[in-house]
């Protein structure tokens, strides 16, 4: 088994062939995590999306309407001031 590697250039090979392996081999796994990461984080992306769905619709909406009924108000009790 050792006889084929006599040479440091055999030697060198070998070592350069079998870290190659464990760099690709991290990588590899590290690609998977980052999918199950990036997964995780459009789930999260989207329960936040429906939640300010959520607050605009149920906050943000009766603000404007009770900001247009203010406005409209000012506008009939400026008008009524000044018929007076």
């Not at 079998?18 to 992306?45: E, R």
């Not at 429906?50 to 108000?73: A, C, F, G």
């Amino acid at each position: 088994m050792f006889e084929m590697y006599k040479t440091p250039l055999d030697i060198l090979y070998l070592v350069l062939s079998v870290g190659g392996g464990l760099l690709l081999l991290s990588l590899v796994i590290a690609v998977f995590h980052l999918i199950g990461i990036l997964s995780n984080v459009k789930k999260v992306t989207r329960k936040a999306k429906d939640t300010v769905d959520l607050i605009n619709h149920y906050l943000w909406q009766p603000i404007k309407m009770m900001m247009r009924i203010m406005e409209r108000s000012k506008e009939y009790a400026a008008k009524q001031a000044r018929k007076k």
